[in-house]
Nanobody, 123 residues
């Protein structure tokens, strides 16, 4: 059974940083693309970024240069380092796994999801 568990969310002031973690278990192989999405109240779930197991990352324009995705060597934990946070970054952040090791910004292309972690950025 695949499980993705996010952690690291919280309340931070604008301009601050947070690092989110996503611990994955039950994936039968390590060659999954791992993505991060977020959803603010009343909004659609939107793409934040994705990391390929084979290397490389791709980000939404809204977070490019501020957010960085990384993985541990065993590729069982994925991180989202968020710097220079803005109030508009406030959302529930979700980790997702995609069976194909390629980039996708569509939430429909991801097969497994975590339950999310709340990030609140105060002005």
């Amino acid at each position: 059974q695949v499980q993705l568990v996010e952690s690291g969310g919280g309340l931070v002031q604008a301009g601050g940083s947070l690092r989110l973690s996503c611990a994955a278990s039950g994936l039968t192989r390590s060659t999954y693309a791992m993505g991060w999405f977020r959803q603010a109240p009343g909004e659609e779930r939107e793409f934040v970024g994705v990391s390929r197991s084979s290397g490389g990352t791709y980000y939404a324009d809204s977070v490019k240069g501020r957010f960085t995705i990384s993985r541990d060597n065993a590729k069982t934990t994925v991180y989202l380092q968020m710097n220079s946070l803005k109030p508009e970054d406030t959302a529930v952040y979700y980790c997702a796994a995609r069976r194909y090791d390629s980039y996708s910004a569509s939430r429909y292309d991801y097969n497994y999801w975590g339950r999310g972690t709340q990030v609140t950025v105060s002005s």
